[in-house]
């Protein structure tokens, strides 16, 4: 099996400047939020698993494009819920707009990944992106529940902790 080496993932951030194209202020936000680069772990599991089969690499690559925004998004919401102003070096979405901009910018990524999800035309595949979205907002809920509540039990809390990662 071929590893995924950092020529492999060379197309992503064209690709991600590509399917997140607008115009005007949402075009800035879009560029903000990706200018923090990141390690980019998802979309390269994402391609090393479709090494594991007999996979098509115009439904592979908007996969990997997909599970990197809709990470993406969680970062951009996770930041607003938890009053962030640093990631990775740079003043987060909300610090340089504001709440409200930073969650319908969160929305608005996951929708888009849902979009590039759909482009598999692969009804496990979009489920199991829709199961996963849900799994993560769960998580987040639940922290935003529990978080400091000192009666919750250990497997609670790690439940809570692997339903925010997903």
């Known amino acids: 099996m071929k590893s995924v080496s950092q020529a ?11 399917d997140l194209r607008d115009s005007g202020k949402l075009a800035e936000l879009l560029t903000h939020s ?26 592979l690559l ?4 997909a599970v990197e925004i809709m990470h993406t998004a ?20 909300n610090k340089v707009w504001d709440d409200d901009k930073a969650i319908l910018l969160g929305d608005y990524l996951f929708a888009k990944a849902g979009e590039l999800t759909a482009t598999t035309q ?8 829709s199961q996963t979205l849900m799994t993560i907002t769960s998580g987040e809920l639940a922290q935003s ?17 692997v339903s925010k990662t997903a």
């Open 122 to 129: 692969n009804l496990q595949v979009i489920k199991l992106f």
């Open 62 to 65: 908007p996969m990997a494009t």
């Open 74 to 93: 969680t970062l951009v919401h996770d930041d607003a819920i938890d009053d962030s102003s640093v990631r990775r070096g740079r003043p987060t979405i």
């Open 34 to 59: 990706l200018k923090g680069g990141g390690k980019r772990i998802r979309p390269a599991l994402t391609l090393l698993s479709g090494k594991f089969y007999n996979y098509n690499l115009d439904y």
């Open 8 to 18: 492999d993932l060379s197309w992503l951030p064209k690709q991600l400047a590509h």
């Open 145 to 161: 529940f529990d978080a400091f509540n000192p009666e919750q039990t250990r497997q609670h809390y790690l439940h809570r902790i």
